[in-house]
């Protein structure tokens, strides 16, 4: 079974610029979640999906962040305009209902 | 609102003594508490959790400990192996909704041979 995949790996963008990081879920698993790590610090809550659906996105640091998963397949994060402090590794997890949570291997984002 | 309390932010242990790692929580209605063991370059991939209906439990070297009156748990990694540096994360769900964890801080922790 393939687990949670992410793309890209690495991105490094200048601020003001845009940036669209993605996450494929494990097949099945209605529930995603994005997450964001910035440097040695906890890893933050950003929303939840069930399938298509934004089940909580208290998360979301501002209105420059907008999350989607249309079709209730992959999901996209998109940050337009980047600022510095959005720098730090994006998680994307999924899991079936009210199950553990499976983790991709993030998205390292560099914002210069 | 939830808060994890991680600690130590690292800890160095010789091969085979006995790592500790503690957390705690302020509040949730959910008990369901996982740790998860990242390595570098790597996603957080699920190591043990616990639904405190018991105080404890254990699978192979790694044992949950759970004090719910004092809202807190840790993690025993005993006979502690090179293999086993990693970054440590507890996590707990929040008070209105299970399937948003908080995060700890993460322990880094290094096994020396």
């Known amino acids: 079974e393939a687990g949670v995949t992410q793309f890209p790996s690495h991105s490094v963008i200048e601020k003001g610029q845009t940036v669209t990081l993605r996450c494929d879920p494990i097949?099945?698993?209605?529930?995603l979640y994005w997450y964001r790590r910035v440097m040695g610090k906890e890893i933050k809550f950003l929303l939840h999906?069930?399938?298509?659906?934004?089940?909580?996105e208290s998360g979301m640091p501002n209105n420059r962040f907008l999350a989607e998963r249309t079709g209730g397949t992959y999901s996209t994060l998109k940050v337009q305009p980047a600022e510095l402090e959005d720098s730090g590794v994006y998680f994307c997890?999924?899991?079936?209902?009210?199950?553990?949570?499976?983790f991709g291997d993030g998205t390292r984002l560099s914002i210069l | 609102q939830q808060q994890v309390k991680q600690s130590p932010q690292s800890l160095i242990v010789q091969k085979g003594g006995i790592s500790i790692i503690n957390c705690a929580y302020e509040?949730?209605?959910?008990?369901?508490f996982p740790w998860y063991q990242q390595f570098p370059g790597k996603g957080p991939a699920l190591l043990i959790a616990?639904?405190?209906?018991?105080s404890e439990k254990k699978e192979g070297r790694f044992t949950i400990s759970f004090n719910k009156s004092a809202k807190q748990f840790s993690l025993h990694i005993m006979d502690s192996q090179p293999g086993d540096s990693a970054t440590y994360f507890c996590?707990?769900?929040?008070?209105?909704?299970?399937?948003?964890?908080?995060f700890g801080s993460g322990t880094k922790l290094n096994v020396k041979p």
């Open positions: 616990i639904r405190p209906d018991v």
């Open positions: 999906f069930v399938k298509e659906s934004k089940q909580d």
């Open positions: 097949s099945g698993h209605d529930n």
């Open positions: 996590a707990a769900p929040g008070r209105y909704n299970f399937n948003k964890f908080y």
């Open positions: 509040n949730t209605a959910f008990d369901y």
């Open positions: 997890a999924s899991s079936l209902f009210n199950q553990p949570q499976h």
